[in-house]
């Protein structure tokens, strides 16, 4: 991570500026999910697991609390966590939703 993320760490939590981006269009249906769900106050934690043979798994989770070590920031209006191993593979990474003929949902990009 660069020079600029380590000045800003807390000893429990960093708030940083963004390290991923949620496209306008990702933003507006997390936005309309929340409502929908009554999730007031939430967020979405973007995370990386697995790993070996089959590859990293990328895994998104509503969020209203942060962990020891996250990352927190806001992208287009919506609070997004990241765990600190996660950060180091999805820096510059962006979120999209994606809508056509073969279904519709989120998408690293």
């Known amino acids: ?40 106050g939430y967020g979405l934690r973007v995370f990386v697991s697995g790993g070996g043979c089959s590859g990293a798994q990328y895994g998104l989770a509503f969020e209203n609390k942060t962990e020891e070590g996250d990352f927190v920031f806001d992208s287009n209006g919506v609070r997004v966590y990241l765990d600190n191993v996660s950060a180091t593979s999805l820096e510059g990474a962006s979120v999209d939703y994606i809508q056509g003929a073969m279904g519709e949902g989120f998408s690293r990009g």
């Open 1 to 40: 991570m660069n020079d600029q993320l380590n000045t800003v760490l807390t000893p429990e939590i960093a708030t940083v500026s963004p390290m991923l981006t949620l496209t306008p269009m990702a933003a507006e249906k997390l936005r309309a999910l929340f409502a929908e769900k009554n999730l007031a």
